[in-house]
């Protein structure tokens, strides 16, 4: 089997673990507590049954047989029984999941069964029955289990990211989010993870839709805001309130010894079938006789901030759902600031509970406006009198003196005195900017093919038998593939061959796309000298997204352009685009070493003959055999090869067309031959085929005169 031959083999060392191997370990880190849908990684709490399976050469993707020879370990295929946990349970399912590569994956594609963190929980029976002293039932944990896990050959779990369903997930506005105002109370009153905050003390009609409905919960509905938060990290509760409160436009006050929730918004808003009315009554009109002075003080002190450092721009950035979860930023500007003052952003607010594109673009804008818009602060004092005051409030001031009539600001810190003085600090109140405009995004992406996309199988192939012109007098096969439908995830082929159909080996692999196709209109015979220039020739390259380019005519008579169409060897000057992947060809060279220039149907095969074309050189002990082979897609990452079992073999009769003779290559040398007398025997020879083959060896003996 000379076609089937391999190189000489060198051992290698191959590297044997005896466990799983991490990077890092911790085990006392917190369980992260997930709400809505959101991406986190697991932790891996208990492994066991450890295998190493050896891989053989010509293993995995290999053909039957293989090529025959001892078999030799070339690497490990890992595997072990292992819990990975996700967060706090209960869940309510497992989406998405991503391991090495963009294309998302699920359990059932793992092998992966979910305990969604119930409490109690029983123990994985799998676990209790090889393992019954180490099976943990982990209630209120929820996570991921396989007898079997694949490792790969770094014995590692490797890069995975879940799509965790957890609490309150779909409560919010767009259905896979969470509603901010659930969310909230969950965190702070929850027995088993919140932060032990009564629930008496919380005032529920601020914050949960009432018949006024001014509540916080109506207005994250109405104004489009909802959220999945994930908390995998050290962080104080009031940090992280701060936080959604900032995201929702919104604030908290301590006031009659409840907790109250009150949003920013100043404008009405209805959608989503509800409607929410900001409280906007002014409790108290007030003027130079309710203020508290001394004298020679001003009873209005406004501080004024500078518009050149105001920011106009501000991103949020978010964990997108629709680019796979991946960070990047929502950019809100003001470009009148911008052109005004110059670009001044802000820092970035980090907000990863945010998967809503269309989310983050609200609340960045809010930021924005508030931070542009909201410059001025007031500060005075009233008498105790005004004791019924909150924070949030607002009122109304009157000041002759510093131009302010009736000027409505809003309460944001009181602080009273041991004498019952109130001191106060308010900010202006221009209405309108705590509402923000819904301005069209662009959902971004990554842009990153996916590692694993299972390339198409290849088009039929060009197999072809160069004359010696061509070969060099050695005997060669040409051999042109592409990806069916031009598929942009093909990174070429492996190529198998076989002598019986049945045991196949690897002999070489192809890397890039032929440009082949097939005659769109019919090609006359050609009969007259070169170049054709009578004749074009029309192909069709849909099939493989193949590209032409024209040439000059010294470079076509060369056979820079060479193509092989149908048993015809031509070339062409000029390549004329008449549609996507068609096209005319004309300034011909037909019959070239040694074919014949014919007629060619409608649907006749067209190939390029260029670099693309593997040439693998035939040894003679195969000419006139029947060879198979079989072409094993892979992705242009050499990952997703298609199982060889499923690939279609092409046979093909080896004729040593490519074959120069020893008479033959004497004569093409212009060397004399003597054969001795006639009576003596001739010991030369010159095989030229089979009798059912064409005879393409050309030697040119000089003129008749010479």
């Known amino acids: 089997m000379g076609i089937l031959r391999s190189g000489n083999a060198t051992a290698t060392q191959i590297t044997k673990y005896s466990g799983l191997q ?28 450890f295998l190493a399976l050896p891989q053989y050469s010509g293993g995995k993707g290999g053909g039957k047989g293989g090529g025959g020879g001892s078999k030799q370990a070339t690497s490990y295929d890992y595997r072990c029984a292992i819990i990975m946990a996700l967060c706090e349970g209960p869940i309510v399912e497992i989406g998405n999941i991503w391991t090495s590569s ?6 059932a594609a793992l092998g992966l069964s979910l305990f969604n963190g119930t409490t109690p929980q029983a123990p994985w029976a799998w676990a209790s029955a090889y393992y019954p002293s180490e099976a943990l039932g982990y209630p209120g944990v929820a996570y991921v289990c396989n007898p079997f896990y694949d490792l790969g050959a ?6 995975n990211n879940f799509e965790v369903c957890g609490f309150l997930s779909g409560s919010g506005v767009n259905a896979l989010d969470c509603d901010p105002a659930q969310v909230i109370y969950d965190f702070l009153t929850n027995s088993q993870y919140g932060v032990g905050f009564p629930a008496a003390s919380i005032d529920a009609s601020s914050l949960y839709a009432n018949a006024g409905d001014t509540s916080y919960q109506t207005y994250c509905w109405t104004a489009g805001i909802a959220f999945s938060p994930v908390l995998n990290t050290k962080e104080s509760a009031s940090s992280i309130l701060s936080r959604w409160l900032q995201l929702t436009n919104s604030t908290v006050v ?17 959608a989503s079938g509800k409607t929410w009315t900001p409280d906007l009554t002014v409790r108290y009109a007030l003027t130079d006789e309710d203020f508290l002075h001394s004298e020679g003080e001003d009873p209005v002190k406004i501080t004024r901030s500078d518009p050149y450092a105001g920011y106009n721009q501000q991103s949020v950035e978010i964990q997108a759902r629709s680019d796979s979860y991946n960070t990047g930023p929502i950019t809100a500007f003001d470009q009148s600031a911008i052109d005004r003052f110059g670009l001044r952003a802000a820092s970035t607010v980090t907000a990863h509970e945010i998967c809503d594109i269309a989310v983050g673009q609200r609340a960045a804008q809010l930021i924005l406006q508030r931070g542009l818009y909201i410059r001025n602060t007031f500060e005075f004092r009233l008498s105790a009198e005004f004791c019924l005051l909150d924070p949030m409030d607002l009122v109304s001031l009157t000041d002759p003196l510093l131009g302010l009539n009736a000027t409505v600001v809003r309460i944001t ?11 106060v600090t308010a900010e202006e109140f221009p209405q309108g900017v705590a509402t923000s405009v ?127 169409v149908d048993g015809e060897y031509l070339t062409y000057t000029t390549a004329t685009l008449t549609a996507t992947s068609k096209y005319n060809l004309s300034g011909l060279y037909r019959g070239l070493n040694g074919s014949t220039p014919g007629s060619h149907a409608i649907g006749g095969g067209f190939c390029l003959l260029d670099s693309a074309i593997l040439k693998y050189d035939i040894p003679n002990a195969d000419i006139g055999q029947t060879i198979y082979l079989k072409f094993q897609s892979v992705n242009i990452f050499g990952g997703a090869a298609q199982d060889i079992s499923t690939c279609t073999a092409y046979p093909y009769r080896i004729q040593g067309t490519g074959v120069l003779g020893p008479v033959a290559t004497t004569l093409a040398v212009g060397t004399a031959m003597d054969y001795g007398l006639a009576r003596q025997a001739d010991s030369e020879n010159d095989d030229f085929g089979i009798v059912s083959a064409p005879v393409v060896s050309i030697i040119d003996l000089g003129n008749l005169t010479s």
């Not at 929730?261 to 009405?268: E, I, Q, R, T, V």
């Not at 810190?413 to 001191?423: H, K, M, P, V």
Request: charge should be negative; include cysteine.
């Open 22 to 49: 991490i990077q890092s370990t911790s085990s006392a880190i917190p369980v992260p507590i997930a709400w809505g849908r959101n991406i986190l990684s697991p932790n891996v709490i208990w492994y066991n049954h």
């Open 102 to 107: 963009t294309t998302p994956t699920n359990l």
């Open 154 to 159: 770094s014995a590692s779990v490797g890069d």
């Open 254 to 270: 301590w006031s009659g010894g409840v907790l109250k929730f009150l949003p920013l918004g100043d404008s009405a808003i209805t």
């Open 413 to 423: 810190d009181i602080e009273e005195a041991d004498d019952g003085a109130l001191s």
């Open 438 to 564: 819904a301005y069209p995004i662009q959902a971004k992406s990554n842009g990153v093919p996916a590692g694993d996309v299972t390339p198409n199988s290849i088009n039929t192939p060009l197999i072809i038998e160069p004359p010696p012109s061509l070969s060099g007098g050695v005997p060669q096969l040409w051999i042109g593939a592409s990806a069916q439908s031009a598929d942009p995830n093909w990174g070429g082929c492996i190529v198998w061959a076989s002598l019986d159909g049945t045991s196949y080996a690897e002999v070489s692999s192809i890397a890039v796309p032929a440009r082949q196709g097939v005659l769109s209109a019919s090609l006359a015979t050609y009969g007259g000298s070169n170049p054709d220039s009578t004749d074009t020739l029309a192909a069709d390259l849909t099939e493989s997204g193949g590209t032409l380019q024209s040439t000059n005519s010294a470079s076509a008579e060369a056979g820079v352009t060479l193509c092989y």
